[in-house]
T-cell receptor, first 113, second 110 residues
Framework: SAVISQKPSRDICQRGTSLTIQCQVD?????MFWYRQQPGQSLTLIAT?????????ESGFVIDKFPISRPNLTFSTLTVSNMSPEDSSIYLC??????????FGSGTRLTVV | QQQVKQSPQSLIVQKGGISIINCAYE??????FPWYQQFPGKGPALLIA?????SEKKEGRFTISFNKSAKQFSLHIMDSQPGDSATYFC?????????FGGGTRLMVKP
């Protein structure tokens, strides 16, 4: 399965600022996914990022708040903009391999103060 | 809209016992049902998965039982070990989109 490197692993940010999270995959993949996992909760899909097209956002998530870039088949970034304490979560990127083998990064633990 | 309901939320099992986690789904378009194991500070890791044309799949101590007519599936962990203590998530896939259950925090006592 693919190996995902996600950076940073954790950060503490001031409210009103933005944080960009990077996701690097060791192989070319068509689809990359960004999830949010609030403390003690399950995973919720934020958006799907395909190379060469705009990301597709799920209900409740908007591009102005969570802009995504996908410049090539091995890399994507998620920015959490104008952060508030409610954005404190773990953010995870994921890729899907052949036969639906989804692989997840280790996540970025974000705390907004 | 919670399309995958998972129970129990937490589970305590003695070492050597059987851990059972249940999931029920609503979306009949799901064509793949994985289970993920997540340790603190780590991302979810695929544990075992099943497709709806199979009623059971076993890999080592882990077994998925699948009931398509009831739209339910379960994870059985045999001979549970303290190292199995983690959070477990079931999920359903439709159209390259995973929908997760709420998670079960398993603690295996030595």
């Amino acid at each position: 399965s693919a190996v995902i490197s996600q950076k940073p692993s954790r950060d503490i940010c001031q409210r009103g600022t933005s944080l960009t999270i990077q996701c690097q995959v060791d192989s070319q993949v068509t689809m990359m996914f960004w999830y949010r996992q609030q403390p003690g909760q399950s995973l919720t899909l934020i958006a799907t990022a395909n190379q060469g097209s705009e990301a597709t956002y799920e209900s409740g998530f908007v591009i102005d708040k969570f802009p995504i870039s996908r410049p090539n088949l091995t890399f994507s970034t998620l920015t959490v903009s104008n952060m508030s304490p409610e954005d404190s979560s773990i953010y995870l990127c994921s890729v899907v391999n052949k036969n639906y083998g989804y692989t997840f990064g280790s996540g970025t633990r974000l705390t907004v103060v | 809209q919670q399309q995958v309901k998972q129970s129990p939320q937490s589970l305590i099992v003695q070492k050597g016992g059987i851990s059972i986690i249940n999931c029920a789904y609503e979306n009949t378009a799901f064509d793949y049902f994985p289970w993920y194991q997540q340790f603190p500070g780590k991302g979810p890791a695929l544990l075992i998965a099943i497709r709806p044309d199979v009623s059971e799949k076993k890999e080592g101590r882990f077994t998925i039982s699948f009931n398509k007519s009831a739209k339910q599936f379960s994870l059985h962990i045999m001979d549970s070990q303290p190292g199995d203590s983690a959070t477990y998530f079931c999920a359903g896939n439709a159209g390259n989109m995973l929908t997760f259950g709420g998670g079960t925090r398993l603690m295996v006592k030595p």
